[in-house]
């Protein structure tokens, strides 16, 4: 395999250089430093007994022969928490719905208060010496159930009758949201030559980062402080949401760390209850108290995605041209509202409806509903995928009945770039891009032309060859707070970074973003080293605890390079400057005079300099310095709010091949095209695109979170039952970035972690459903399992007998 | 039951209970922490060890069985200093890791299989990887890693 990553830039470790991570190092070494790995003096080891109903009141909940068994420190159940006045664990993204109806935000206790609702709530806490001594205590509490029938399926759960999941949410209904000008969408209707019309499901998955989570609970009763070493994607959040909203700890007096973290996805952006047991217990105990998920339970308590029904029309004039797009969906927020629950389907779903289109006139609705199952919130992606399903399945199905190629209908729609900065009718503003660009690229690259040959060569082995074309915009760079703060959100969505240059010129980066395999330790570094002209080994980056970093929003939406790589550019060039003022002083020249290029500060036609070295040591040493006009020290901050949104686009090719005996899909080709903006570390954005489509693709052909639908028992509860993407479940892929840089912030920067997700389920269903078209096939759900598929064909009378 | 085994080039002799996993040993008792438990299944491979020279899952192993073994954990591959098998090394330079986790079986799981095989295909390597899951890299330059680290293996008589 060639490497495509031997062209080095100027800076060997600077911006644009495929630099290998510093972080590897301790992670194949087995040195790295996760929240089971954490052993504290005297702690104690916690277990959580959950409900095995999907829903019932709690009649009694016995734990005296639980609390005579050996090693057992303490059991605490939802009255516990009640006389302690804990809170309900809070949603920082609720949403307003038509008529100014806000979300409905039921209150959900870290342990059952009165009623469970869903296989999995919690409802007591054990904790003991060890942690088998723990598990032993659950399995001795005496629940006595009183079992209720339980709304399962979202579709289920808004019929009338259907059992309500809160007494006093009759209809299970969280909130009935919209977005867009229905009365435009219905006049374009109206003048349509053709409406196209698909019922589709976006269906439920588990992100199942490989660490499961964890939480330790320290106090410190001296000092009456609070540590919590958590698996978390946003420490600072997690910060802020407990300790104001559920324990009521002061900010000052609560430390959250969140070391090496294995994996998030979205998962673990939440606040979870978990973190509240421990911490609560920690300071009721006064000694540490520790919880690891096993896999199974991680799979009854972690967030789960997802999980839309949904109704999509597209209308168009008689060249295959949109007019107006409408869509109606009904998505799941399982038995409560998760951190960001009903912002998902709704902010940062319906604004992405227009893709990369000429779309004039579209209207969403969106109905949250409540069932008894897990509460959904983030996965990678998190609602530009189900977006980007729903609009390219019904161009799809729209090129088919108006008989035109699937490239064609896309490029007869597709926006140029000229056509930037372009307003969306469903509030977005796209800065930049080149779709049309990046779809060319990639027919290219797959050979478009080449398929019916490729086609008719499988159709000789029996076999059932497809391809599938997909575009996509995405929304990221998470978040302009002005408007995020309008769409319902609880707090600012900036960034935060501090660069502290020692006075030996090296530098330690403090920053509010959390790595978990995304490589920023190396990235950051990269930056840095562009910025001053050191090597990027001069710079530590420093993350993952509340103590050290003054303040940050964390990792999620595809964020941390746009916002948080700005607000590190910008905490730089404040350096920068006033290293300009010193050097000034030190040349005995003018501040305007003075140029910074490539690690030297110099009298601009000058051979008069002074080395970033020199300026930092006189900074801290300072005998000549302007100390009556300027503080010593080299330590600049910046808090970096972006004015909006970033909007990274693609075209991604998949090619499969069905086996009509067994259903089987066999992908065999994917080809990624994106524009993720300015690329920091090449190796770094290509592996983030490898892992993002090999996600979607799970959705696509494997993975698939299944409920009873009469009992709410989970049957896909572990990795025998969910089946994850292997090694062998895929090919290698093709990807290339086809860039325009953003126009508003300095790096030009977009965000590369979930543009594959993002674009490979419709790439891959497109592919499968095209291998079917002749079957007279418009659309397979998700996942396009051989049984499945198998089903489709043979209903078609195509089945192999 | 009393063992005696070879833990990372170290005779050892313990006292282990009868149902205490190799897992749990090495993590819990041992300290080393570089072996991962990601799932209960023995599904995922983040706990492979070698025992013998050979991959096993730690999580479904009993210690007890490891007595006059030799085990191997991921602690125990670099040579002292931390100078990097070249199985390692291929992965740091193929960017076969992100967020690491799976990162320890994965190694451990490549090792054994190219000590029998020096020029593997994509195709035999995905075969074998088929029991470590990982969820962040796509498994593309693991992929590239293993066959990378198989010719430094065998380059260097390692």
């Known amino acids: 395999m060639p490497d495509q990553h031997m062209n080095t830039p100027a800076n060997p470790t600077g911006i644009g250089a495929a630099v290998r991570r510093r972080e590897d190092m301790r992670f194949l070494l087995g040195k790295g430093n996760y929240v089971a790995d954490i052993k504290l003096p005297n702690m104690s080891y916690g277990a959580i007994l959950r409900s095995p109903h999907a829903h019932a009141r709690v009649k009694s909940v016995d734990i005296s022969a639980t609390l005579k068994m050996p090693g057992v420190v303490a059991v605490y159940t939802g009255a516990d928490l009640a006389a302690d006045k804990v809170g309900g664990m809070p949603c920082a993204w609720p949403v307003v719905g038509k008529g100014d109806v806000p979300a409905k935000e039921p209150m959900r206790p870290a342990l059952a208060q009165g009623k469970v609702r869903h296989v999995g709530d919690p409802v007591a806490f054990i904790v003991a010496e060890t942690l088998e001594q723990a598990r032993d205590g659950a399995e001795a509490v005496v629940v006595d159930y009183d079992e209720l029938p339980a709304a399962v399926g979202v579709l289920d759960a808004i019929k009338p009758g259907a059992p309500a999941v809160f007494d006093d949410i009759p209809d299970n209904v969280c909130v009935d949201w919209e977005l867009g000008d229905k009365a435009a969408t219905d006049a374009a209707f109206k003048k349509a030559a053709h409406i196209a019309r698909l019922s589709l499901v976006n269906n439920r998955l588990v992100g199942n980062p490989m660490e499961p989570r964890a939480a330790i609970g320290d106090f410190d009763v001296s000092r009456g402080q609070h540590t919590l070493y958590t698996t978390s994607q946003l420490p600072h959040i997690a910060k802020l949401l407990m300790g104001n909203f559920v324990l009521g700890i002061p900010q000052h007096k609560l430390r959250c760390v969140s070391p090496d973290v294995g994996g998030g996805f979205g998962v673990k952006q939440v606040h979870y209850l978990e973190e509240v047991l421990v911490t609560w217990a920690a300071r009721k105990l006064g000694r540490p108290v520790k919880w690891v998920a096993e896999r199974s339970e991680g799979f009854i308590s972690d967030a789960h995605a997802r999980d839309h029904v949904t109704e999509a029309e597209m209308a168009m004039d008689e060249n295959g041209k949109f007019l107006g797009l409408k869509v109606s969906t009904v998505a799941n927020m399982g038995a409560y509202l998760s951190t960001f629950g009903p912002n998902i389907p709704t902010n940062l779903y319906g604004p992405l409806l227009s893709g990369v289109y000429r779309l004039p006139a579209i209207y969403c609705e969106v109905k949250c509903v409540f069932t008894n199952t897990l509460p959904v919130d983030a996965y990678r992606g998190a609602g530009r995928p189900e977006a980007t399903f729903c609009l390219e399945r019904i161009v799809d199905v729209a090129a088919g009945e108006m008989k035109l190629s699937k490239d064609e209908i896309r490029r007869r729609n597709m926006l140029r770039m000229e056509d930037y900065p372009y307003q969306t009718p469903v509030l977005m503003n796209y800065d930049s891009g080149d779709p049309l660009g990046c779809m060319d690229k990639a027919l290219a690259a797959a050979d478009w032309k080449g398929f019916p040959a490729r086609k008719a060569e499988a159709a000789k082995r029996g076999k059932l060859r497809g391809i599938g074309l997909c575009t996509y915009v995405e929304a990221c760079g998470l978040a302009p707070s002005r408007i995020a703060i309008r769409l319902g959100v609880r707090g600012g969505l900036f960034e935060s970074a501090t660069v502290r240059v020692h006075p030996t010129g090296h530098v330690t980066v403090l920053i509010g973003t959390h790595s978990h395999g995304q490589g920023h330790e190396t990235t950051w570094s990269q930056i840095v080293s562009t910025k001053f002209g050191i090597p990027a080994e001069n710079v530590e980056v420093v993350f993952g605890d509340t103590d050290k970093v003054q303040f940050g929003l964390g990792t999620y939406g595809s964020r941390s390079a746009a916002v948080g790589g700005s607000a590190l550019a910008k905490a730089a060039d404040k350096v920068i400057l006033k290293g300009k003022k010193i050097a000034a002083h030190m040349l005995e020249a003018s501040e305007g005079d003075i140029e910074f290029k490539n690690g030297v500060f110099s009298v601009a036609g000058t051979d008069r300099s002074k080395t970033f070295g020199d300026i930092a040591l006189m900074a801290h040493f300072p005998v000549n310095y302007p100390l009556e006009i300027l503080e010593p020290g080299l330590e600049e901050q910046s808090f970096y709010d972006p004015v909006n949104f970033t909007f990274p686009c693609g075209a991604h090719i998949a090619e499969v091949e069905i086996d009509p005996e067994t259903g089987f899909v066999k992908l065999l080709n994917y080809v990624a095209v994106d524009d993720v903006g300015t690329v920091i570390n090449p190796i770094i954005v290509e592996g983030q695109i490898h892992g993002g489509v090999v996600q979607g693709v799970g959705q696509a052909l494997f993975e698939d979170c299944v409920y009873d639908e009469h009992s709410g028992q989970l049957l896909s509860g572990s990795f025998m039952d969910y089946c994850m993407p292997r090694a062998d479940s895929i090919p290698d892929m093709t990807v290339e970035t086809h860039v325009t840089a953003c126009t508003h912030n300095e790096l030009g920067v977009k965000g590369c972690g979930e543009v594959g997700t993002i674009g490979s389920p419709a790439t891959v269903i497109n592919a499968v459903v095209d291998a079917l078209q002749h079957l007279g096939v418009n659309h397979v759900d998700m996942p396009a399992s051989p049984n499945r598929v198998w089903r489709i064909i043979a209903n078609a009378g195509g089945a192999v007998k | ?158």
Not at chain 2, 22 to 39: A, I, N, P
């Open chain 2, 1 to 158: 039951m009393q063992i005696s085994f070879t833990l990372n080039g170290k005779p050892l002799s313990l006292d282990v209970p009868p149902q205490e996993l190799l897992s749990e040993l090495l993590r819990e008792r041992l300290g080393l922490t570089g072996t991962h438990v990601g799932c209960d299944t023995s599904q995922c491979g983040a706990c492979v060890v070698h025992v013998d020279g050979k991959s096993v899952k730690s999580c479904s192993t009993l210690a007890a069985s490891l007595n006059g073994a030799t085990v191997t954990s991921i602690e125990g591959l670099a040579a002292p200093g931390g100078v990097l098998h070249p199985m390692q090394q291929a992965f740091h330079e193929k960017h076969g890791l992100q967020c690491g986790f799976c990162t320890p079986g994965m190694v451990m799981s490549a090792v054994d299989f190219a000590r029998d095989n020096p020029k593997p295909t994509p195709e035999a390597v995905r075969g074998w990887l088929e029991g470590n899951i990982c969820r962040c890299t796509g498994y593309q330059n693991i992929v590239a890693s293993v066959i990378a680290g198989a010719a430094a293996m065998h380059a260097k008589g390692a």
